[in-house]
């Protein structure tokens, strides 16, 4: 007998282990809620897996096929048990953690030895009959497999004369083997939405929240409020996300029949074609619809700042904008856009104690109803004139090319995923900052938002000289020279310097009178003109000039003005009869108040209708699965909207971390639903691909060579490697910069 060796390294490597133990129990003890949320997302994905893998395995079992190993998430192997003569043994990192090999006759041994043994290998109970299987989990959360007789790691068969040989049995059996896990996810999807809709879960209902400018929606007349009652033929148990699947996976050009009720009950049929747009996940068609939101303020990080910009806090209900009571997200959204003011008077009440209370929000005015402008018609004014623009955030944008100081920042840059671009800070010199009033862009002063863009878009990749007027701690102003550089972010067909824009309201400074399209004629008034009063009384801010305009309706006043100090005039205005006609600016609350979702219960009556509902958003999942990769092929689905293992278990967290556990099941029902269409896909070592194998087995007579079956395994996993990363790269640029 060979003596074995010693290992010096044995204790040391023993002892390190114990060490990463102590310190893994550790962090677990002091993040108990975070890790909580990770066990629930390695628990639900490994359900998933667990299904599809135990449909091959139950099969194979069935079909006298052995099974050398079963195994939840892919390896190295973390921790595997199989019964032996012995007893129940437990092997821990056996890759990892390896015993020292023997000389001579071990090798021999080595070779009989079912699976590698470890140093942290142990034996307990009594022996029993011995399992053929090895039952594994690995460390790696993504994925899983079973390991026939028969059947090679990479796929491909082996010929052996062993009749529990995977490879020995029928054409039939082995595809009944493979189809299995695909037949278990879709039955397992079914099942999950069955549970979920017999207890019951709160979903975004088909209701429009707000229609975009220009949009699609827009252009057919759809209005907040509106509810969808049937779209592409669809009308049982509809809910928001029906509407946004049926316009990204509609074709070109292709009209999407739509059934409307309005909020007074009134039904119209509609047939619309979805336009394709920017999102954070790239290229979508879209109806230009959001969903609704209910009147209660959501849950922030950050509770002391809400306090203190609005008043208001998470659990607060509005009730009221200026007095006037509101039952609906769209109405007081829509309140607030008509209040051209200083400011609103919001009445929530307060879900402690449910007093009732009073905040006074500022207001800002959005400069157009949308950001794609085409001519200066499409500009909000009043009475012709445009106030000049104020900034309210400057983002971050492209990196400058070839200036790249931190790792951070690299990563950004390369990583960069459709975010607006970063100014190019000169070292010594200023950068765009919240508040800082337009004064002149490349030359044109006192620019309108078109001007802004039609500069910006002229100049990418080249320096930009941005004038602004800027108020220090004290309320001084000072003008000051920023430089930028415009960058097209990743993918966008934007140039983009980093800045959101509203009107400066705050200064009665008219950037530029324009024509407002059929209206009477535009104001005389030079761009750079500040007003000095209406009709004799003094101003200092547009919500002087649109309070004094107000006054006079269906009455012809005078707007005096002035350009320097030698320069004056005045026009005259015929005001409308309401006062209103020819103010089309729309504010918003210049303190951002988050609302809560509105949400709908969603619940089956019984267990047939569950089951009903179930395979019915089964079904849904699956073709648009499908046709999300037809529409991938044919690239009006950009390959950016995929999501990886790393973007499941990104998502799964998040769910964990913020809603009811019945949001989790409902994320793995539609993972399941997923990972069923996935795996019969026609590529080689994909069960879809193994399935063509045998049909081309079947019609040749004899299964193709161990070589061919080798090099089509290879082919197809390098394609699924390549997809894997791809995959992998989108999901790490959503978590850095989503």
């Not at 090798?107 to 699976?115: L, R, S």
């Not at 929240?209 to 509809?238: F, Q």
């Not at 068609?285 to 002391?304: C, I, K």
């Given at each position: 007998m060979s003596k074995t060796k010693s290992s010096p390294g044995r204790s040391s490597r023993g002892f390190l282990w114990l060490v990463v133990f102590a310190l893994a129990v550790f962090l677990i003890v002091k993040n108990i809620g975070v890790w909580t949320n990770v066990l629930k997302v390695l628990f639900g994905f490994g359900s998933v897996i667990l299904i599809h893998e135990f449909g091959h395995f139950l099969v194979a079992k069935l079909s006298g096929i052995k099974v050398e190993a079963f195994s939840i998430f892919m390896p190295p192997t973390l921790l595997g048990v199989q019964r032996t003569e012995k007893g129940l043994r437990f092997r821990v990192l056996p890759k990892l953690v390896a015993k020292d090999k023997e000389e001579g006759a071990a090798k021999k041994e080595d070779e009989e030895k079912p699976a590698e043994e470890s140093l942290l290998s142990f034996t307990i109970g009594k022996g029993g009959k011995v399992w053929e299987t090895e039952y594994r989990i690995g460390l790696i959360p993504l994925g899983g497999f079973v390991k026939?007789?028969?059947?090679?790691?990479?796929?491909?068969?082996?010929?052996?004369?062993?009749?529990?040989?995977?490879?020995?049995?029928?054409?039939?059996?082995?595809?009944?083997?493979?189809?299995?896990?695909?037949?278990?996810?879709?039955?397992?999807?079914?099942?999950?939405?069955?549970?979920?809709?017999?207890?019951?879960?709160?979903?975004?209902?088909?209701?429009?929240?707000?229609?975009?400018?220009?949009?699609?929606?827009?252009?057919a007349g759809w209005v907040a409020g509106d509810e969808v009652i049937e779209i592409a033929g669809e009308s049982k148990y509809l809910d928001f996300s029906h509407i946004g699947m049926a316009a990204a996976l509609s074709d070109v050009n292709e009209a999407v029949p739509v059934k409307i009720r309005h909020e007074n009950g009134k039904e119209e049929e509609y047939w619309v074609v979805a336009e394709e747009s920017e999102t954070p996940m790239g290229k979508m068609r879209l109806f230009g619809v959001t969903q609704a939101y209910n009147l209660t303020v959501a849950e922030v990080s950050d509770a002391n700042a809400l306090r203190e910009r609005t008043g208001l806090q998470s659990g607060d209900v509005i009730k009221a904008v200026d007095g006037e009571n509101v039952q609906t997200h769209w109405e007081f959204v829509g309140l607030v856009e008509n209040a051209v003011s200083r400011s609103v008077t919001l009445s929530a009440e307060?879900?402690?104690?449910?007093?009732?209370?009073?905040?006074?929000?500022?207001?800002?005015?959005?400069?157009?109803?949308?950001?794609?402008?085409?001519?200066?018609?499409?500009?909000?004014?009043?009475?012709?004139?445009?106030?000049r623009l104020r900034i309210t955030a400057a983002g971050e944008v492209a990196l400058p090319k070839g200036r790249v100081e931190r790792i951070k920042d690299w990563l950004k840059g390369i990583l960069s995923f459709g975010k607006a671009s970063?100014?190019?800070?000169?070292?010594?010199?200023?950068?765009?900052?919240?508040?800082?009033?337009?004064?002149?862009?490349?030359?044109?002063?006192?620019?309108?938002?078109?001007?802004?863009?039609?500069?910006?878009?002229?100049?990418?990749?080249?320096?930009?000289?941005?004038?602004?007027?800027?108020?220090?701690?004290?309320?001084?102003?000072?003008?000051?020279?920023?430089?930028?550089?415009?960058?097209?972010?990743?993918?966008?067909?934007?140039?983009?310097?980093?800045?959101?824009?509203?009107?400066?309201?705050?200064?009665?400074?008219?950037?530029?009178?324009?024509?407002?399209?059929?209206?009477?004629?535009?104001?005389?008034?030079?761009?750079?003109?500040?007003?000095?009063?209406?009709?004799?009384?003094?101003?200092?801010?547009?919500?002087?000039?649109?309070?004094?305009?107000?006054?006079?309706?269906?009455?012809?006043?005078?707007?005096?003005?002035?350009?320097?100090?030698?320069?004056?005039?005045?026009?005259?205005?015929?005001?409308?009869?309401?006062?209103?006609?020819?103010i089309t600016v729309k504010s918003v609350l210049s303190g951002y108040v988050p609302f809560e979702d509105l949400e709908r219960l969603y619940r089956a009556g019984g267990p047939v209708e569950a089951v009903v509902m179930g395979g019915r958003k089964t079904v849904m999942f699956i073709t648009?699965?499908?046709?999300?990769l037809k529409r991938l092929v044919s690239r009006s689905v950009s390959p950016k909207n995929l999501m990886g293992p790393v973007g499941i278990l990104t998502v799964t967290y998040r769910i964990a971390k913020d809603r009811p556990t019945i949001y989790i099941i409902y994320f793995l029902g539609l993972i399941s639903a997923v990972i069923a269409v996935f795996n019969f896909l026609p590529i080689p070592p994909l069960d879809g691909g193994l399935i063509v194998l045998l049909v081309i087995e079947k019609i040749k007579g004899s299964a193709l060579s161990e070589r061919v079956q080798t090099a089509v395994a290879y082919v197809g996993w390098i394609a699924i490697g390549t997809l894997f990363l791809y995959v992998t790269f989108n999901d790490i640029c959503r978590s850095l910069f989503s």
């Amino acid at each position: 007998m060979s003596k074995t060796k010693s290992s010096p390294g044995r204790s040391s490597r023993g002892f390190l282990w114990l060490v990463v133990f102590a310190l893994a129990v550790f962090l677990i003890v002091k993040n108990i809620g975070v890790w909580t949320n990770v066990l629930k997302v390695l628990f639900g994905f490994g359900s998933v897996i667990l299904i599809h893998e135990f449909g091959h395995f139950l099969v194979a079992k069935l079909s006298g096929i052995k099974v050398e190993a079963f195994s939840i998430f892919m390896p190295p192997t973390l921790l595997g048990v199989q019964r032996t003569e012995k007893g129940l043994r437990f092997r821990v990192l056996p890759k990892l953690v390896a015993k020292d090999k023997e000389e001579g006759a071990a090798k021999k041994e080595d070779e009989e030895k079912p699976a590698e043994e470890s140093l942290l290998s142990f034996t307990i109970g009594k022996g029993g009959k011995v399992w053929e299987t090895e039952y594994r989990i690995g460390l790696i959360p993504l994925g899983g497999f079973v390991k026939m007789l028969g059947q090679e790691d990479i796929g491909t068969m082996k010929s052996t004369d062993d009749p529990q040989s995977f490879a020995n049995k029928s054409v039939g059996t082995r595809a009944a083997v493979i189809s299995a896990g695909v037949i278990f996810n879709v039955i397992s999807a079914v099942i999950i939405f069955m549970i979920v809709f017999l207890v019951g879960i709160e979903l975004a209902p088909p209701v429009i929240g707000e229609v975009g400018p220009n949009s699609p929606a827009a252009h057919a007349g759809w209005v907040a409020g509106d509810e969808v009652i049937e779209i592409a033929g669809e009308s049982k148990y509809l809910d928001f996300s029906h509407i946004g699947m049926a316009a990204a996976l509609s074709d070109v050009n292709e009209a999407v029949p739509v059934k409307i009720r309005h909020e007074n009950g009134k039904e119209e049929e509609y047939w619309v074609v979805a336009e394709e747009s920017e999102t954070p996940m790239g290229k979508m068609r879209l109806f230009g619809v959001t969903q609704a939101y209910n009147l209660t303020v959501a849950e922030v990080s950050d509770a002391n700042a809400l306090r203190e910009r609005t008043g208001l806090q998470s659990g607060d209900v509005i009730k009221a904008v200026d007095g006037e009571n509101v039952q609906t997200h769209w109405e007081f959204v829509g309140l607030v856009e008509n209040a051209v003011s200083r400011s609103v008077t919001l009445s929530a009440e307060r879900t402690e104690g449910g007093e009732l209370i009073e905040n006074q929000i500022g207001l800002d005015w959005l400069f157009a109803e949308g950001y794609e402008i085409k001519s200066d018609s499409e500009l909000y004014h009043i009475y012709s004139m445009v106030p000049r623009l104020r900034i309210t955030a400057a983002g971050e944008v492209a990196l400058p090319k070839g200036r790249v100081e931190r790792i951070k920042d690299w990563l950004k840059g390369i990583l960069s995923f459709g975010k607006a671009s970063r100014q190019e800070e000169v070292e010594s010199g200023p950068v765009l900052e919240g508040g800082d009033i337009i004064l002149a862009i490349g030359g044109v002063e006192n620019p309108t938002y078109r001007e802004v863009r039609e500069v910006t878009e002229a100049n990418e990749d080249k320096e930009l000289p941005i004038e602004v007027l800027r108020a220090d701690a004290n309320g001084v102003e000072e003008r000051l020279v920023v430089t930028v550089t415009p960058r097209r972010p990743q993918g966008s067909e934007r140039v983009l310097i980093g800045i959101a824009v509203v009107l400066d309201a705050k200064h009665p400074v008219v950037a530029k009178t324009i024509d407002t399209g059929g209206g009477p004629t535009r104001l005389g008034i030079p761009g750079g003109a500040t007003i000095t009063a209406v009709d004799g009384a003094a101003v200092s801010s547009f919500y002087d000039v649109v309070d004094e305009i107000r006054k006079y309706k269906d009455e012809r006043i005078t707007i005096d003005y002035r350009v320097d100090e030698r320069k004056a005039g005045s026009v005259a205005l015929n005001v409308g009869g309401s006062g209103d006609e020819l103010i089309t600016v729309k504010s918003v609350l210049s303190g951002y108040v988050p609302f809560e979702d509105l949400e709908r219960l969603y619940r089956a009556g019984g267990p047939v209708e569950a089951v009903v509902m179930g395979g019915r958003k089964t079904v849904m999942f699956i073709t648009q699965t499908y046709v999300t990769l037809k529409r991938l092929v044919s690239r009006s689905v950009s390959p950016k909207n995929l999501m990886g293992p790393v973007g499941i278990l990104t998502v799964t967290y998040r769910i964990a971390k913020d809603r009811p556990t019945i949001y989790i099941i409902y994320f793995l029902g539609l993972i399941s639903a997923v990972i069923a269409v996935f795996n019969f896909l026609p590529i080689p070592p994909l069960d879809g691909g193994l399935i063509v194998l045998l049909v081309i087995e079947k019609i040749k007579g004899s299964a193709l060579s161990e070589r061919v079956q080798t090099a089509v395994a290879y082919v197809g996993w390098i394609a699924i490697g390549t997809l894997f990363l791809y995959v992998t790269f989108n999901d790490i640029c959503r978590s850095l910069f989503s």
